[in-house]
């Protein structure tokens, strides 16, 4: 038991180790590289700690008694060890630890001054990952999910110098806080009415049907809104593509591939509590679908290279939230790691692309392939991976997916999910067609990434396609249920998009142009995002900032006057009552007296 | 191991002192302070294998848990304070370095007989022997006025104190005809006046020994004008032997009767927080502050004491054990700025952040452990006394509590706003502090910081501790 959870322990240990190291000895952190070289040595070894848990399949579960009351402890912290957070670790060590070698070359330009402050913030956000991920209960797994916040917020607003960078890293910190709230009343209600925070207890609870709450459709509505926070979903999305201000590789690690999955993790793990509540599992199907179309159809219109990839992450978390709400969570966990894989890899790629060019705008490259071609190949496996193509890692996910959807008979959520594969296909192929292919644009010479880039991208690009010949091989577990016409329908709609995307960018036979106007309304209404947040902006602005002021009046003229006579007061009493010291020692002795008088005289008062 | 064990080791190590001191030649004779704290460090060491053992002697002498927990206390702010006090220039380390140790030593003696003793001759005798080297250690630096001024004062209260509990002890014998502590709470009830009244007078002796407000006015000019490594030990190992004595005289063996001296707890416990927090706001000088400050902080263990239940018991003895860091820790980081500055006001504390990092960061975090913010030590222990408080009834005694919280985050947090927000002079240079002192500055910071992350083990054992006592 004990040597079950050594492991884990372990690979939890070692990136809080460099952060600490990092944190407290200036000197190492200011060299910058050196400590960027300290963050992957630690990170390094934890992913090799981890590949042998998962490889070894560790089960355990371990819990320490963390705030003691008088009847057993309060809450407890520990780790859960399962097939379900091995996985995560895997995935999660694996993934930081790429990124963390990319940004050595990615950010080599920066001062050794605030790379070492990146790697800080890197390592710290990889520990709090990995305790999210190793969590037994829902107090653990808050306390994590907040630190994955912050790290979040400290790495959008790393170039906090730039005024929009520092917007979206509030904006991101406000937006994902409006679903923790939920979470954490959710959280409390779930406790108060259970008395556990532990997830083996609650679904001992659950299985034996003894987790009688009333209102437990609300409570679990109520921790599902954290999720729609932090994992991007309709209608608190916004913050995503604004978190692209951040350097690229955190836009890899944390915006793609690890926290924003941490909603869907959340829902996966507590999965046998959402089941109990059939209404909110189809709510989150709805929302997830819902996220995935409207995601979609603004990557279709975006012309930043990261943008698009987020709307595209945001899509795929509906993929996710979708399979979840459907039942079909092992689908939904399955496509999280394969998108882990292939969405890190697409940023990774875009990343070297806006290096090399030095501007996001896809109108603005062109030709890319001839220039950069290693590149150009890893992108184009990623995209033939997220838009469903056999034999990737991407198709047998998506296609999981579908069919879980498809069995639980959610039709609408199923054909909403279908048009988004279409129009995957078509956003990514847009983006390799434009910016990596057709003409190329004058200015500059771009060249390929150095090596310490290209390394990762090539494992990345190598791990895609070897988890998705595994599949092939291995034969599908997870969707062995699906019916048989759903992978011709899949590819069909893949190679719809990307004939589209096709004929639109590359042969020029339809004109962009002319299909925009046909479909005014969608393209206004994508191009303005919906305008949602130009709706959130107004709702800011309006009630939230109106509501400040309205306080701020109460505070300044109301509590701070009570307060300051209070202040005034006090200091007073204290200024007076030092009068007692004298300095005379028969004062001193007086003292004494009057002490024993007191004692005498309050014990006769209070007799029994 | 013996129930003697660690009082004879101290014995032994006081003769190894003595020794120490008729062959010592020159002016530094900071072996002898090393002979000392490494002999407090042994003991400790071994202080970890001490079990509970039968009563001895009669019944006088206990090593039960209680002893046990509070002897390893008091053995480890001892070598914190002693190894602290290894300077050079220091006081302790001068021509008179073996008197200044075998004081400490036989106070340190007088505690740890104190904490096991079930007998009221015992009781003040090991009480005598506490109290009496730190007058004169009080002043020690003779050939300061304010230091011998000072100390005659601590003498002059301690007198009339001690001559108050002697008074009392006779009536309690006078009541019970016995002087065995077990047999006096057998036959303890609230209805009889005379054993009452003297147990009165006892509570008055020990609340001089704790500094409870009005029995407070030695503190502030003592720690002021003694030496500063001394006064943080004074400020928190006395303090605990006085609350385990408390323990011994009004809880042990009462049950439910205990409850008759919650009243009498929670008025001196009020009067204590607020006079405490209240007076120490208009101080300037950080020594003082910290004496004001130290009161309040009694006041919140007699909260805990007011409980008058084994949660309570167990709460305060957590609350000793974060103080004792926390307290000791502050003013350690203060020596060190005083060696280097020669100043103990605040002013001197002024842009410590730029000075010495380390310092200032041990400097806050023992003002967070002591204005109870999370996630230190001192967060808990208040959240578990006014817990134990809130649970025996007494609301009004932890909104007081509360409420006078705030007004000690303020004049903490007014040290905090000189460290890291005012600038320092500009002729201020770092300060190095020696190895010794940055030794046990840091162990006071990892005390507070572990209590703080991962309280449990200390709050378990205090509860495993407090439960058998009722």
Redesign the interface.
Known sequence: MTLDVGLPLLVLALPFVAFLLLAIV?PLRRTGRGAGLVSIAAIAISFGAALAVWAREFVAERT?????A?GG?IATVGVLVDPLSNAMLVLVTLVSLLVQIYSLAYLADERPGPLGRYYTYQSLFVFSMLGLVLAPGFLQMFVFWELVGLCSYLLIGFWYERPAAARAAVKAFWITKLGDVGFIVGIVLLWSATGTFEFTELFEQAQENALAVPGLATIMFLIYLGAVGKSAQFPLHVWLPDAMEGPTPVSALIHAATMVTAGVYMVTRTEPLFALVPEVLTLIAWVGAFTALLAATMACVEGDIKRVLAYSTVSQLGYMMAAAGAGASPAGFLHLLTHGLFKALLFLAAGAVIHAVGTNDIFRMGGLFRAMPQTGIVFVVGTLALAGVPPLAGFFSKEAVLGGVWEAHLTGPFLMLALTALLTAFYMFRVVFVAFFGRAHAGGHPHEAPWLMRGPLWLLAILTLLVGIRFALGGGETHAEAPGWLPPLSVGLAAVGFVLAWAMYQRRAIDPVRIAVALTPFDYLARRRYGLDGLYAGLYRGIILGFSRLIGWIDRYVVDGILNALTAL??R???G??H??S?R?Q???Y??????L???V??Q???? | MSPFTLEIAIGAVMLAVFGATLAARGTDRRWIAWVATLGVLAIGLVSVFARPTPPALFGMFVQDGLAIFAKRLFLAATFIGLLAGISRDGVACGRRAGEYHLLILSSLLGMLVLSSARDLILLFVAFELMSIPLYVLAGFLKSQAESVEAA??FF??GS??SA?MAYGLSFVYGATRTTDLARVAQTFA?GQPLL??GL??V??GF??KIA???????V??TYEAASTPFVAWLSVAPKAAGFVALFRVYFEGMGDRAA?WS??AA??AA?TIV?GN?????QQNTKRLLAYSGIAHIGYMLVGFAAASA?GMAMVLFYLVAYVFGNMGAFLVVEAVARSERSEATAALRGLAQRS?LLALAMLLFLLSLGGIPFVAGFWAKLYVFWAAAAAGLYWLVLVGAVLTV?ALFYYLVVAKRMYIEPPDASAGRIRPSATLAVAVILCAIGVVALGV???PI??AA?RIATPLF
């Open positions: 200036g320490w008694g963390w705030i003691p008088d402890p006090t200091l009493a204290g200024d009552l030092r007692i010291q300095g020692a004062d001193y002795v003292g004494v007296a009057f002490g024993v007191f004692l005498f309050w014990a008062l209070w007799r029994r | 005659l004062k002059l209260v009339v104190s108050v609230p009452l009244l009165l007078a509570f008055a609340a001089f409870a407000f009005p029995f407070h006015m030695w502030p000019d008759a009243p009498i008025g001196l009067l006079g209240l007076m120490a706001l208009p949660a990092p007004v991962y309280p449990k709050v378990m509860l």
